[in-house]
T-cell receptor, first 113, second 112 residues
Framework: DTGVSQDPRHKITKRGQNVTFRCDPI?????LYWYRQTLGQGPEFLTY????????KSRLLSDRFSAERPKGSFSTLEIQRTEQGDSAMYLC???????????FGSGTQLSVL | EDQVTQSPEALRLQEGESSSLNCSYT??????LFWYRQDPGKGPEFLFT???AGEEKEKERLKATLTKKESFLHITAPKPEDSATYLC?????????????FGKGTLLTVNP
């Protein structure tokens, strides 16, 4: 068990480009979450998967954002036509069953120039 | 709207100087209150979950307590390695019980 893994750790992109992040949760965890964190703020909920089903998307997640979790394993978060306001740390977390104890990855730091 | 407010925003302590961090939350529909520790460039690391007023949990130099409207994280005789941002979060009862609402955190610096 190596914990929650996120790739890449850092991403620098130009405004208007598309980016995709990957998250590999702890293997037996059926729940997967994406959060976004900006400097000086706590993490904000973006979306939640139970197995392969995406059960909730935050209003923070505009149409430019899409997340998938094929076969209930790893997850990807794609941002299309990036904007400077998308610059943030994108955190993935996983948990098992109804246990709210979340295990977070180290995040992907996105900088949009 | 669910809210979590942490104070102070930042706290500097000398090694061995005990203190407490505060987390106040909207009471309605609380399922659980969580404390996480976050080091720079890392994701939050789980510390404690508290479910009911009067509950206390301890881990090394940290003790978390819960009242009906706030939670405290007490740090006894802190060491420099306790320096981090401490985040408080709440989970709701009901259908969205998987979603955590975080406060902005308290940045703790412990000087040797």
């Amino acid at each position: 068990d190596t914990g929650v893994s996120q790739d890449p750790r850092h991403k620098i992109t130009k405004r208007g480009q598309n980016v995709t992040f990957r998250c590999d949760p702890i293997s037996e965890h059926n729940r997967l979450y994406w959060y976004r964190q900006t400097l000086g703020q706590g993490p904000e909920f973006l979306t939640y998967f139970q197995n392969e089903a995406q059960l909730e998307k935050s209003r923070l997640l505009s149409d430019r954002f899409s997340a998938e979790r094929p076969k209930g394993s790893f997850s990807t978060l794609e941002i299309q036509r990036t904007e400077q306001g998308d610059s943030a740390m994108y955190l993935c977390a996983s948990s098992y069953g109804g246990n709210e104890k979340l295990f977070f990855g180290s995040g992907t730091q996105l900088s949009v120039l | 709207e669910d809210q979590v407010t942490q104070s102070p925003e930042a706290l500097r302590l000398q090694e061995g100087e005990s203190s407490s961090l505060n987390c106040s939350y909207t009471v309605s529909g609380l399922r659980g209150l969580f404390w996480y520790r976050q080091d720079p460039g890392k994701g939050p690391e789980f510390l404690f979950t508290l479910y009911s007023a009067g509950e206390e949990k301890e881990k090394e130099r940290l003790k978390a307590t819960l009242t009906k409207k706030e939670s405290f994280l007490h740090i006894t005789a802190p060491k420099p390695e306790d320096s981090a941002t401490y985040l408080c979060a709440r989970a709701n009862s009901g259908g969205s019980n998987y979603k955590l609402t975080f406060g902005k955190g308290t940045l703790l610096t412990v000087n040797p």
